[in-house]
């Protein structure tokens, strides 16, 4: 028999959101109702019959409610097979009841670490009674239909309406593989947490977990499936953006956003204003300005070609006059803290156009967690929040950079954080020159960088690159000194790169012989 009727249900749960709606429905489904500590009091108050789990169990509540449903009567009624004579049986005779519904939402462990809870708090938030139950019921899917959130219980009211009051096998599978994932969930999110507390950064255990947010039309490609997860990780960015307008985001406008928006992360909005525009995960244009509409502009001319189809990212709210110009091309998406009225109304007439609001930036240095599949496995390692102040810097040349070469080689060795390894970055009044991103070696990546500042030039009209008097960012070291010298031939005047490499006095020396000052950053952004 693949249709069961529920006849007995056990309520229990933290976030009570359409609870007394959904309590009644199965009320008046005839269905028997059971229930504990304030959720019972929840549903009797609106005047529905249900009977407290302790009348069940003939056991109270103890220890501030850490113990009312782990008893024998509530875990047999879940787990006991229906269909097996011996389990009836021994129900029967230990007067157990059988449990056909159980709906159970969690204490709320990731909302309270979310919130910045103190260690003892978080503790008391963690949930044993419930995924106990949630895992006996869906072991048990053959006669038990199991509830992990409101969804879930709708879609077995539901089911009863069109099937005289039973459910069918089809959705207690799917419910059951559904509990499993929750719980699974909510298991990592506290182990992860107390690793984290234990200062552990490579535990032999590790377990990932995160709930669906949408399902896209497809991956990277339209002959692969996707869809975007959220995990309880506490970061501000795409996960955390609300889509104010414009079609849904596809895979590689996440990938795309969440690069942009981390890059512009980098500047403080109390500093400058700051735009980055990003294609294909790397940027073609980033730029600092006093307005948002400066410093789109001056991203913007850095590559006026590869902005075409493009993600925005800004470090400030957007504003009308910056929405005006963005909208002049075809964007795919622009993410920012923030948007006036006027921007609002500006994209209103572009439908396509997503817009998505943070409410804030992320925090370049804070702890997270980057995973990245391979076959069989994952690699799992920290967000690179890598910082070097100035006074751990090393000028390594004769020449030393001016005050002005500084600002810029600061900003340039941001934006190169960010950019597809191998790189080279050009930046000039604290803004890209050139990029160039993701080639074999570094002297190609050179060479791209100022070709695309060449052509740049030709587009905007410009008599000279922006390369000339610039500097160069290079995110790893300089193998040899060929691309050092391609950096200078474009104009660079001064380069900031880690340093590390057998002939770092071969680059010195080209550096010197060239009249280029180097700093040395003793630390690499590989970016793969």
């Given at each position: 028999m693949t249709n069961l009727p529920i006849k007995r249900a056990l309520i229990s749960v933290s976030d009570k959101t359409g609870l007394i709606d959904r309590a009644k429905k199965l009320s008046e489904l005839g269905v028997e109702l059971l229930s504990t500590g304030g959720t019972k009091k929840a549903i009797a108050d609106a005047g529905i019959p249900v009977k407290d789990v302790s009348e069940v169990t003939n056991f109270p509540e103890m220890m501030d409610g850490r113990?009312?449903?782990?008893?024998?009567?509530?875990?047999?009624g879940l787990l006991h097979l229906r269909d097996n004579d011996t389990h009836v049986a021994q129900a029967k005779e230990h007067g157990i009841e059988a449990i056909d519904l159980l709906y159970v939402n969690l204490y709320p462990f990731e909302e309270t670490v979310a919130k910045g809870a103190d260690f003892h708090t978080c503790i008391e938030n963690i949930d044993i009674g419930g995924p106990a139950m949630l895992r006996a019921a869906a072991k048990n899917y053959a006669f038990v239909s199991v509830c992990t959130d409101g969804d879930d219980v709708d879609a077995v009211i539901a089911d009863m309406e069109a099937n005289n009051g039973a459910t069918t096998l089809a959705t207690r599978k799917k419910l059951c593989a559904k509990t499993y994932a929750r719980t699974g969930a909510y298991d990592a999110a506290i182990s992860n947490w107390y690793f984290e507390q234990l200062g552990e950064e490579s535990p032999e255990w590790r377990a990932f977990g995160g709930k669906r947010l949408s399902v896209m039309r497809y991956g990277e490609n339209p002959?692969?499936?996707a869809a975007?997860?959220?995990?309880?990780?506490?970061?501000?960015?795409?996960?955390?953006?609300?889509?104010?307008?414009?079609?849904?985001?596809?895979?590689?406008?996440?990938?795309?956003?969440?690069?942009?928006?981390?890059?512009?992360?980098?500047?403080?909005?109390?500093?400058?204003?700051?735009?980055?525009?990003?294609?294909?995960?790397?940027?073609?244009?980033?730029?600092?300005?006093?307005?948002?509409?400066?410093?789109?502009?001056?991203?913007?001319?850095?590559?006026?070609?590869?902005?075409?189809?493009?993600?925005?990212?800004?470090?400030?709210?957007?504003?009308?006059?910056?929405?005006?110009?963005i909208t002049e091309i075809f964007t795919e998406v622009v993410i920012a803290p923030g948007a006036d009225d006027e921007a609002r109304e500006i994209f209103k007439k572009k439908k396509n156009l997503r817009l998505l609001l943070t409410d804030g930036l992320a925090d370049p240095r804070a702890p997270g967690v980057f995973m990245k599949a391979v076959a069989g496995g994952l690699l799992v390692q920290d967000q690179d929040r890598g910082f070097v102040a100035r006074e751990d810097m090393k000028v390594v040349t004769k020449k030393q950079p001016t005050e002005a070469e500084w600002a810029d080689l600061f900003f340039a060795w941001r934006v190169a954080k960010h950019v597809k390894s191998n790189t080279i970055?050009?930046?000039?009044?604290?803004?890209?020159?050139?990029?160039?991103?993701?080639?074999?070696?570094?002297?190609?990546?050179?060479?791209?960088?100022?070709?695309?500042?060449?052509?740049?030039?030709?587009?905007?009209?410009?008599?000279?690159?922006?390369?000339?008097?610039?500097?160069?960012?290079?995110?790893?070291f300089f193998p040899f000194p060929d691309g050092l010298l391609q950096t200078a031939e474009a104009g660079a005047t001064c380069v900031i790169q880690p340093g590390g490499s057998i002939k770092d006095q071969d680059v010195i020396d080209a550096a010197d012989e060239a009249g280029l000052a180097m700093v040395f950053t003793g630390m690499r952004h590989f970016r793969h």
């Amino acid at each position: 028999m693949t249709n069961l009727p529920i006849k007995r249900a056990l309520i229990s749960v933290s976030d009570k959101t359409g609870l007394i709606d959904r309590a009644k429905k199965l009320s008046e489904l005839g269905v028997e109702l059971l229930s504990t500590g304030g959720t019972k009091k929840a549903i009797a108050d609106a005047g529905i019959p249900v009977k407290d789990v302790s009348e069940v169990t003939n056991f109270p509540e103890m220890m501030d409610g850490r113990v009312k449903t782990l008893h024998p009567v509530v875990h047999g009624g879940l787990l006991h097979l229906r269909d097996n004579d011996t389990h009836v049986a021994q129900a029967k005779e230990h007067g157990i009841e059988a449990i056909d519904l159980l709906y159970v939402n969690l204490y709320p462990f990731e909302e309270t670490v979310a919130k910045g809870a103190d260690f003892h708090t978080c503790i008391e938030n963690i949930d044993i009674g419930g995924p106990a139950m949630l895992r006996a019921a869906a072991k048990n899917y053959a006669f038990v239909s199991v509830c992990t959130d409101g969804d879930d219980v709708d879609a077995v009211i539901a089911d009863m309406e069109a099937n005289n009051g039973a459910t069918t096998l089809a959705t207690r599978k799917k419910l059951c593989a559904k509990t499993y994932a929750r719980t699974g969930a909510y298991d990592a999110a506290i182990s992860n947490w107390y690793f984290e507390q234990l200062g552990e950064e490579s535990p032999e255990w590790r377990a990932f977990g995160g709930k669906r947010l949408s399902v896209m039309r497809y991956g990277e490609n339209p002959h692969q499936s996707a869809a975007f997860y959220k995990t309880p990780e506490i970061r501000t960015g795409v996960a955390t953006a609300e889509l104010i307008q414009g079609k849904a985001l596809s895979y590689n406008n996440i990938n795309d956003t969440d690069a942009a928006f981390e890059l512009v992360s980098e500047f403080p909005a109390d500093d400058k204003a700051a735009v980055a525009i990003i294609k294909h995960a790397n940027p073609c244009g980033v730029a600092l300005g006093d307005t948002p509409l400066d410093a789109y502009l001056k991203a913007y001319d850095c590559d006026r070609t590869s902005a075409f189809g493009g993600i925005v990212a800004l470090n400030r709210p957007l504003t009308g006059e910056t929405a005006s110009k963005i909208t002049e091309i075809f964007t795919e998406v622009v993410i920012a803290p923030g948007a006036d009225d006027e921007a609002r109304e500006i994209f209103k007439k572009k439908k396509n156009l997503r817009l998505l609001l943070t409410d804030g930036l992320a925090d370049p240095r804070a702890p997270g967690v980057f995973m990245k599949a391979v076959a069989g496995g994952l690699l799992v390692q920290d967000q690179d929040r890598g910082f070097v102040a100035r006074e751990d810097m090393k000028v390594v040349t004769k020449k030393q950079p001016t005050e002005a070469e500084w600002a810029d080689l600061f900003f340039a060795w941001r934006v190169a954080k960010h950019v597809k390894s191998n790189t080279i970055v050009y930046a000039k009044d604290g803004s890209t020159a050139g990029v160039g991103a993701g080639q074999m070696n570094r002297l190609d990546s050179a060479r791209i960088a100022t070709r695309k500042a060449e052509d740049a030039a030709e587009i905007a009209g410009w008599s000279v690159p922006r390369t000339k008097g610039c500097v160069a960012a290079s995110d790893a070291f300089f193998p040899f000194p060929d691309g050092l010298l391609q950096t200078a031939e474009a104009g660079a005047t001064c380069v900031i790169q880690p340093g590390g490499s057998i002939k770092d006095q071969d680059v010195i020396d080209a550096a010197d012989e060239a009249g280029l000052a180097m700093v040395f950053t003793g630390m690499r952004h590989f970016r793969h």
